[in-house]
């Protein structure tokens, strides 16, 4: 994946099974499996799998939608 940003929402980054970096303003996180992140919109960021087993969910959460 390469960097990006995504300005109509927030991110929140939920990791099932394996291990992942995500790269984000504030640095470089290793997550591993149950392990949940948010990325507010407007924020640069990547993920880079770490393992060949990763799975990542994403939820995308519009905050000034009312829901």
């Given amino acids: 994946e390469v960097p990006h940003t995504h300005e109509e929402y927030d991110l929140l980054v939920f990791l099932q099974r394996g291990e992942a970096a995500l790269h984000v303003p504030a640095g470089v996180f290793e997550m591993h ?29 519009f905050p000034d939608s009312g829901n």
């Fill in 33 to 61: 499996a149950g392990d949940a992140s948010v990325i507010k919109r407007g924020d640069e960021h990547w993920a880079e799998l770490l393992s060949d087993d990763a799975v990542i969910y994403i939820v995308k959460i």
